[in-house]
């Protein structure tokens, strides 16, 4: 668990990374060499957070046969009648990070948005390098809007969304989906997202020598082990932001102040605006990456989810 100034970061969140290091102790370094144990280590740090919070109608797992393969999804439907149904890749650098881990935060965009919410188990890094994750996230798309209907699912409105290297795979496969001529988002929710390969930007020089928790060795390795080729990472399909950003349809973007991928945000952001879009992008002070999967105990989360939410039902309800 990082080790925060006291007089900037967040009480609550303080007092989360505090309960978690006495139960847990400090994060053992795994990467790159043990992904397994990396896995299993974020999975059992998650657990106890992820228990309670907004139950809902029906949470489901299921299994999207796509093509050549099949992936894991679960659907939470909300306890309201839903209007509209999200797409949601959950982070973890591409390499860590499943349905269990981050079920919490996905519960509570479903209730705050009254949407479903499909949640998606894309293959991960190393052993499914670049661009399988996205090849997975455009293909549950494209299921979403084929089996939607089949499975009660309100296919009229649409959604996409993700945090942190989710959010990166949901923006390039809007991008890519649109290239394609394929039916995009109506709306995107992007939490605290990876949209470029810079490494030398001010927040990881400010924030990335690990004391605020993601740094800059981890977004080292996940780019390592997600895209070894280094001269391949510029492309849009890797970094969003080097790609076209037309038709990226009422995007908000929401990201943490103490935060090495902060200036990925606040970039994509100047570039959604420059590309005339009424993107709404939102900093929220004094929490650090991930914190959104703190809201058991953290009020700030709990209450960015729900600005995500209604994000979500403003756009739904005006189509």
């Known amino acids: 668990m990082p080790h925060l100034d006291p007089h900037h970061l967040d009480p609550q969140l303080k007092a989360a990374y505090a309960q978690d290091l006495e139960r847990f102790g400090p994060k053992a370094a795994h990467l790159p060499h043990d992904p397994e144990a990396a896995r299993a280590d974020l999975k059992r740090r998650r657990k106890q957070r992820n228990s309670g919070g907004p139950a809902m109608a029906k949470s489901e797992d299921i299994v999207m046969d796509l093509p050549g393969r099949t992936v894991a999804a679960r659907i939470h439907r909300p306890a309201a009648v839903p209007r509209g149904t999200v797409l949601y890749a959950h982070g973890g650098g591409w390499v860590i990070g499943d349905l269990d881990t981050h079920d919490r935060l996905m519960r509570t965009l479903a209730a705050e948005s009254g949407a479903n919410v499909v949640a998606i188990a894309y293959r991960k890094a190393p052993e499914h390098p670049f661009p399988a994750a996205l090849d997975d996230m455009i293909d549950g798309w494209r299921w979403v809007l084929r089996e939607g209907p089949k499975r009660a699912l309100d296919t009229a409105v649409l959604g996409i969304g993700g945090d942190?290297?989710?959010?990166?795979?949901?923006?390039?496969?809007?991008?890519?989906?649109?290239?394609?001529?394929?039916?995009?988002?109506?709306?995107?929710?992007l939490f605290y997202g990876v949209y470029d390969c810079d490494l030398d930007t001010e927040s990881y020089r400010t924030f990335g020598d690990g004391t605020y928790g993601l740094s800059r060795a981890d977004m080292v390795e996940f780019w390592n082990l997600y895209l070894p080729d280094a001269a391949r990472r510029r492309d849009p399909a890797a970094s969003p932001l080097h790609g076209s950003l037309d038709g990226i349809a009422r995007p908000l973007l929401l990201w943490a102040e103490l935060d090495a991928l902060r200036d990925d945000s606040r970039k994509m952001l100047q570039a959604l605006h420059g590309a005339g879009h009424d993107a709404v992008g939102i900093e929220i002070q004094s929490v650090t990456h991930g914190f959104l999967q703190l809201g058991d105990t953290v009020a700030i989360a709990r209450r960015s989810l729900a600005i995500a939410g209604a994000h979500l039902r403003e756009a739904f309800g005006a189509r």
């Open 164 to 189: 942190s290297a989710g959010a990166n795979l949901a923006l390039a496969a809007t991008q890519r989906l649109r290239l394609s001529g394929a039916r995009t988002a109506d709306a995107h929710v």
